[in-house]
T-cell receptor, first 109, second 116 residues
Framework: RKEVEQDPGPFNVPEGATVAFNCTYS??????FFWYRQDCRKEPKLLMS???SGNEDGRFTAQLNRASQYISLLIRDSKLSDSATYLC??????????FGKGTRLSVIA | GAVVSQHPSWVICKSGTSVKIECRSL??????MFWYRQFPKQSLMLMAT?????????EQGVEKDKFLINHASLTLSTLTVTSAHPEDSSFYIC????????????FGSGTRLTVV
């Protein structure tokens, strides 16, 4: 079983739509959770950290369920500029980040 | 915030030659550098972890004699792909971490290597 699993997509949605991505992780000792965004041929950029209490940043909401080892990202009112690959990332202590393969999102006008 | 600079952004080289990629932490001291590789439509895979002044720790399946990592100073780490072959063509990216975890989640801009 892969350490971090995501549905690769692609998700093709119209502008204004709400879209949700899910991710599962296998290491129950994982302590830190993130969503990164990666544009084509670019480095990943931190979108937001994920906390058990859930957290929101504008149109983006992230949730963590430690019992199910499940992380989600919700994007509301999708914009064309949201088109990218979204990477689910997990870490334990000071170990390197472990990346999922990413979920590709295309927002269509 | 923590900034990591990586050069070159892209490089095309002939098979059999060596290529050096540099990763610098600009506003903090990077005690640890992580080197990743990403093939098309794949996730970032950790290649090696290097701590300043000591030998790098390579992940299983990564040849240490082919991918030479030097982390001689607190602001610079280099990855040299020796005797490159077309299958080494990939996106190489570094991440630097300082004391107290500073910069641990910031990446360089990546280097796209194409070996012809």
């Amino acid at each position: 079983r892969k350490e971090v699993e995501q549905d690769p997509g692609p998700f093709n949605v119209p502008e204004g739509a709400t879209v949700a991505f899910n991710c599962t992780y296998s290491n129950s000792a994982s302590q830190s959770f993130f969503w990164y965004r990666q544009d084509c041929r670019k480095e990943p950029k931190l979108l937001m950290s994920v906390y058990s209490s859930g957290n929101e940043d504008g149109r983006f909401t992230a949730q963590l369920n430690r019992a199910s080892q499940y992380i989600s990202l919700l994007i509301r009112d999708s914009k064309l500029s949201d088109s990218a690959t979204y990477l689910c990332v997990v870490a334990s202590g000071n170990t390197p980040l472990v990346f999922g393969k990413g979920t590709r999102l295309s927002v269509i006008a | 915030g923590a900034v990591v600079s990586q050069h070159p952004s892209w490089v095309i080289c002939k098979s059999g030659t060596s290529v050096k990629i540099e990763c610098r932490s600009l506003d903090f001291q990077a005690t640890t550098m992580f080197w990743y590789r990403q093939f098309p439509k794949q996730s970032l895979m950790l290649m090696a972890t290097s701590n300043e002044g000591s030998k790098a720790t390579y992940e299983q399946g990564v040849e240490k004699d082919k991918f030479l990592i030097n982390h001689a100073s607190l602001t610079l780490s280099t990855l040299t792909v020796t005797s490159a072959h077309p299958e080494d063509s990939s996106f190489y990216i570094c991440s630097a971490r300082g004391t107290s975890g500073i910069g641990g989640y910031t990446f360089g801009s990546g280097t796209r290597l194409t070996v012809v």
